[in-house]
């Protein structure tokens, strides 16, 4: 018994050791991310207007996702719209690194788009998911709704049957 005792405390040390460093090697893994992000967020300049109108226009759209969510064709062509725009960002991307001097004070467009998948991107995704989990309650519903009137109409054939 003693030998059982030993051998379950010794294991549960080694479990204790590896939450500890997997949870040490998580906290410092997320810091340099963290600082990453912090140090993107200050390069840009978030009152040039084109910036506010991208944001406003991001904002407007989640807004309109949400008031919409009934309409569920209206939903598809604003999912397909933006799906068309994270499909065109990196045309989009090569076109404003050409001309950013007409518009904003700073080239924030590289080769790689990390600016505008962030900025551009990242947010039409974000609305396309919202919009594909509404369609996908919205299914859902429409499955149990058909679902009820197919058991309604097998009641009413059985209850024919039975008069």
Known sequence: MEQIRSAMEAHLD????????????????????LDNFIGFFHAIDWKEPWLMGLVGTHFLLLLIAILSRKNLNFQMLLFLTALA????AERFNGFLGQNWKSFAGQNYFDSNGVFLSVLWSGPLLVIAIIIL???LFSLCHLIVKWKRA????RARLSQNKQD
């Open 150 to 153: 197919e058991l309604r109409h």
């Open 14 to 33: 080694q479990v204790a050791d590896l939450v500890q460093k997997l949870s040490a090697d998580f906290r410092s893994g997320l810091g340099p991310a």
């Open 85 to 88: 725009g994270v499909y065109l």
């Open 133 to 135: 989990i509404n369609t």
